[in-house]
């Protein structure tokens, strides 16, 4: 089985080089909400959401737009036949790891699988330009062949803020931001804040560890990537780090409307030791979320799945009214 999954992850990256179709997506299953003694979802937590980037898959993408559920309030925008390593493959993927996330089973309908679409925005790393230390110590260096990773050298005080300002950059069409960190020593990643158009909290995008122990812990050996929502009605994401979940509040500010200012400013916020941290595939993206409908086939090679794209309504409430759609 090992054997088997290995030749197809080295069959996506070759399709790669020809197709462009094979992508590293993020893998995300929506919380899974208590219910009442009516069947009604409640703010009781059963499982909390799960949000895996760098999933390999091959997509081949139908265009195709459906509008047989619009009575619902949301239309198809989109078919794919998405293609992924088998089930023992994925499970060894240290996020997906059943000995660390219990949760994980398999790949169901309504799950989401989020393929990147654009980059919108890519704030630089390739310098300093920009950068500059908030309420810590800190310098900036591009690094890397043609400036690939920033690198932030913490002086005497290391917890705190650092951040980056391109006031006026247009933003606007992205959803999501993507980044992959590394470390030299102890250091806590706690959060990021994406300011709108001012400096105050009321232009804030906050997406900040939600107690003490969900600060991740930087690893200094392989990257870790954070890719989160950013985009208005999110209350809660996750980064996972080796099948362990560490909890993030999304806070949105009073004046704060996505898709409707420019950015002003990134903050980052860690906590640790004399350290350096290093950032590198940074940037604003627009997404495209694909809803997992019918499963065609597990086998020992690969799984398919039948995905549509659409707009409107969320899962859930399409859940909870029992719309039927075409599946591809």
Not at 34 to 48: F, L, P, R
Not at 114 to 131: A, F, H, K, M, Q
Request: net charge positive; hydrophobic share 30%; glycine share 10%.
């Amino acid at each position: 089985m090992g054997k088997i999954g290995i030749n197809m992850s080295g069959l996506l990256k070759k399709l790669s080089f020809r197709t462009g179709q094979s992508r590293k997506i993020v893998y995300y299953r929506p919380i899974i909400f208590g219910k009442d003694e009516y069947g009604v979802e409640n703010n009781s937590i059963i499982v909390n959401e799960i949000n895996v980037p760098s999933v390999p898959a091959y997509i081949r993408n139908i265009v195709d737009k459906d509008y047989v559920i619009e009575r619902g309030g949301h239309s198809i925008t989109g078919k794919a036949r998405i293609f992924l390593p088998n089930l023992a493959t994925i499970k060894n993927y240290p996020n997906l790891d059943q000995d660390t996330n219990t949760y994980f089973n398999d790949i169901t309908g309504f799950d989401q699988l989020i393929d990147y679409d654009r980059t919108v925005y890519t704030p630089t790393v390739s310098s300093n330009t920009g950068w500059a230390a908030g309420t810590m110590d800190s310098t900036f260096a591009g690094q890397g062949y043609g400036g690939t990773t920033l690198t932030i050298t913490m002086g005497s005080t290391v917890s705190g803020t650092f951040s980056y300002t391109n006031s006026g950059a247009n933003i606007l069409e992205s959803d999501r931001l993507t980044f992959k960190l590394k470390a030299s020593g102890a250091l806590y990643f706690k959060g990021v804040n994406v300011y709108g158009s001012g400096t105050s909290d009321a232009w804030k995008y906050g997406i900040n560890a939600s107690s003490t122990s969900s600060n991740v812990l930087v690893p200094t050996g392989d990257w870790i990537t954070v890719d989160v929502p950013y985009t208005s009605g999110t209350s809660l994401s996750s980064v996972y780090l080796s099948g362990s979940r560490y909890g993030f509040n999304v806070t949105q500010g009073a004046s704060w409307k996505n898709g409707t200012y420019n950015l002003n400013n990134l903050e980052f916020d860690v906590s640790g030791a004399n350290s350096e941290l290093k950032i590198k595939e940074l940037k604003f993206y627009k997404s495209s979320v694909w809803h997992v409908q019918k499963v065609n086939d597990y086998n020992d090679e690969y799984m398919a799945f039948d995905c549509v794209r659409t707009s409107g309504k969320r899962d859930k409430i399409r859940r909870a009214y029992g719309i039927e759609y075409n599946t591809p």
